[in-house]
């Protein structure tokens, strides 16, 4: 059993910055590929940037060059900076921890873009 706690959401302005993290339990954290999903309202969730446990990352076209998926598997933790953010990036932010056919998410983690 893996729990996540997602942390970092909030109000930011257009053109601002956030770092979520992604807190893990248990000690083989370093085996998980993780992932930020993100859910706007009256839209299916969607992959925003996933972390293989290798370190090999994957984004999301309307997110590459803003945001950062990164991992310390000594801290059981994943971040996502993200910067440049728009409007159109408000949603609630999930954390994803999957390996062969186990997949656990976090709470989720509200962001908004407004000015």
């Known amino acids: 059993q893996v729990q996540l706690v997602e942390s970092g959401g909030g109000l930011v302005q257009p053109g601002g910055s956030l770092r979520l993290s992604c807190a893990a339990s248990g000690n083989i954290f370093s085996t998980y590929g993780m992932g930020w999903y993100r859910q706007a309202p009256g839209k299916q969730r969607e992959l925003a940037a996933v972390?293989?446990?290798?370190?090999?990352?994957n984004y999301a076209d309307s997110v590459k060059g803003r945001f950062t998926i990164s991992r310390d598997n000594a801290k059981n933790t994943v971040w996502l900076q993200m910067n440049s953010l728009k409007p159109e990036d408000t949603a609630v932010y999930y954390c994803?921890?999957?390996?062969?056919?186990?997949?656990?998410w976090g709470q989720g983690t509200q962001v908004t873009v407004s000015s």
């Open positions: 994803k921890a999957y390996r062969l056919n186990r997949v656990y």
């Open positions: 972390i293989s446990s290798g370190g090999v990352t």
